[in-house]
């Protein structure tokens, strides 16, 4: 089995993501590292807290991290999409704020538990880079025993989500991620490169939203939406399952066509927040790009197949 450490800000894709995590066999899920995103980081944790519940595992540990990037503030979350409460607000049942307090902090997690295992523990980051950037500049000696690094965001050959240039992620915290991309620790970035297009389409939601547990209840109430986000600005029917899409590359790596690439992100300007790729092969990097390690950035995917991975799993 694979031992995981998520790193999150639930967020429906999240919760998607989170509830994949618990379905799957070939996962230990170590504990949820939570960070300011799809809304503030009180709402995030609570929000993790609540997913561990309804997914029948309570007793892992919740460690609350940054409450905004290193660079800058916060802008405030996405309401439009995941909803104020973070879970699309659909009357989830949340985890009540003094339920329990969050275990550790962010960092301190995941220096324990990669010191606990070491080169064997895997990080998924499907939020802003934050946690995961202090941790590589706080124990760079506990980092570099991460057994991998996979990271939902960015956009190496298309368009941005949250600008025209950048996807939201990576936006976030665009320091944190031009750090993490530069670690010397293997990475592979799952970018919109390939979420855009791996799209749970009716039928998908109908099957993980109707399985009568409380995690199906969740998801059922905090899917809709998110889903009209997507029929009314991205005119499809469906919702592009960006979180879980990222830890299938882990789980069905086959569905996956990946490049590696050095990879830096712009840190000025209306293109804050854009990933780089250096695709194009020479005798020396080019100015800016000198001494960065192979990402390994998802480019193409078997999307329906990947799709029905996600919804077949979590039904
Ligand atoms: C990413 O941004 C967040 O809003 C989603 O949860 C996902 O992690 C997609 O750009
Ligand atoms: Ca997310």
Redesign the pocket.
């Known amino acids: 089995t694979m031992k995981l450490v998520l790193d999150c ?6 919760a998607v993501a989170v509830m994949l995590a618990l379905a799957s066999p070939e996962v230990e899920l170590l504990g949820l590292s939570t960070v300011f ?2 809304a503030p980081v009180d709402v995030t944790t609570r929000n993790a807290r609540t997913l561990l519940r309804a997914g029948g595992r309570p007793d892992l540990p919740v460690a609350k991290g940054a409450h905004g990037p290193l660079v800058g503030r916060f802008g405030g979350g ?1 309401p439009f ?2 909803g104020k409460d973070g879970l699309g607000d659909g009357n989830v049942a949340r985890a009540s704020e003094d339920d329990r307090p969050p275990d550790l902090s962010a960092v301190e997690l995941l220096r324990r538990e990669v010191l606990a295992a070491p080169g064997e523990v895997t990080l998924l980051a ?2 802003p880079l934050t946690n995961i950037a202090l941790f590589a500049r706080v124990h760079p000696e506990a980092a570099r025993q991460v057994a991998r690094v996979v990271v ?2 960015g956009n190496a050959l298309s368009p941005g ?2 600008t025209p240039g950048a ?3 990576i936006h976030n915290d665009p320091e944190a991620a031009d750090i993490v991309m530069g670690f010397d620790w293997p990475v592979a970035m799952v970018g ?1 490169d390939v ?1 855009d297009g791996i799209v749970l389409g009716p039928a998908h939601l109908d099957a993980i939203g109707s399985g009568g547990t409380p995690a199906h209840d969740l998801l059922a109430r905090a899917v809709p939406l998110y889903r009209q986000f997507y029929k009314d600005f991205n005119d499809i029917d469906g919702v ?1 399952a ?2 879980p899409a990222a830890l299938a590359l882990l789980l069905v790596p086959d569905l996956f066509d990946t490049e590696d690439w050095p990879i830096r992100v712009e840190l000025s300007g209306i293109g804050r927040g854009k990933t780089w790729p250096q695709t194009r092969r020479r005798p020396t990097p080019p100015p800016g790009w000198e001494g960065r390690p192979p990402v390994q950035v998802a480019t193409g995917a078997r999307s329906e197949a990947v799709a029905d991975f996600i919804a077949d799993r979590i039904a």
């Open positions: 800000d639930p967020g429906v894709d999240d995103g799809n996405v999409i995941h499907v939020g939902m965001g989500n949250i996807e939201a992620n919109l979420t592009a960006h979180d």
